[in-house]
């Protein structure tokens, strides 16, 4: 029986829905226009927010508990590939972080991330998660509520650096018309 929005979700089904999510980012960057800088560079930002929070809940809570469980070969090579996959994710994630929306090797860096991520999914989703559904030592329910718990705290540690990345960009703007004003009553004559 299918769950509803409000029944807690396994862990695999967590994961399956970030896939989804991301991969219907990856599809409408396929149809923006690159000289939309600003739509290009939001889309963008979402795509590296949903995998980064996915690629931690992975690291932190799933692989290890996978690998505590798993014995057969096959699926523990599975899991090297897929930290080998997130170091490279990470860093072209890093790259387009550098990158100005407008640089011509943003979309090539963000293409070629698209593709590194959709290789990854499909070797979990086809491969490593039919194993993992079958660890009888597993708990997917009570992973997927720590998961989900993770989740809400990143997203909390995400919403508090980007108030405090706001506060900054405003005292600096105020900074900066703090210095215009000094600088323009030091231009402007006094009479005696």
Known sequence: MPKTSGEPRDAIEMLTDDHKRVQKLFKRFEKIE??????????????????????????ELFYPAVRAQISDDEAEDLLNEADVEHESVDELIAKLQELEAGDPMYSAYFTVLTEYVKHHVREEEKELFPRVRKLQDLDLEQLGRDMQTRREDLKSEAAADEADDERAAANARSADSDDELEDEEERTPTKH
């Open 34 to 59: 690159r000289e939309d800088e600003d739509s290009l560079r939001d889309l963008v930002d979402r795509a590296i927010a949903e995998l980064q929070v996915h690629s931690m809940l992975e690291e």
